[in-house]
Nanobody
Framework: QVQLVESGGGLVQPGGSLRLSCVASGIIFRNYFMGWYRRAPGKQRELVASINSGDLTNYADSLKGRFTISRDNAKNTVYLEMNSLKPEDTAVYYC????????WGQGTQVTVSS
């Protein structure tokens, strides 16, 4: 059963940057597409970025150029580099496999505010 542990969130000013990490266990990580998702207050969870088992990536249109997803298969870890952050990026960020598995981690809170 997959276990996911996200970290790296925090409070950042508009225009700032954060790097999120997610360590996965219980799966053969290198075989899975991975995604970063977020749930903003009052909104449904949405997929923001995905990466295949190699280095092919895809992003939500509104985030292209600001967010970068990457992975290290040796460390069972997927990353999300977030730059030029905006208040509307405030959300709890989660990682999961693609397709989504039944287990979610606790997420990591990102708050963009001055």
């Amino acid at each position: 059963q997959v276990q996911l542990v996200e970290s790296g969130g925090g409070l950042v000013q508009p225009g700032g940057s954060l790097r999120l990490s997610c360590v996965a266990s219980g799966i053969i990580f290198r075989n899975y597409f991975m995604g970063w998702y977020r749930r903003a207050p009052g909104k449904q969870r949405e997929l923001v970025a995905s990466i295949n088992s190699g280095d092919l990536t895809n992003y939500a249109d509104s985030l292209k150029g600001r967010f970068t997803i990457s992975r290290d298969n040796a460390k069972n870890t997927v990353y999300l580099e977030m730059n030029s952050l905006k208040p509307e990026d405030t959300a709890v960020y989660y990682c999961n496999t693609i397709p989504v598995g039944s287990n979610w981690g606790q997420g990591t809170q990102v708050t963009v505010s001055s």
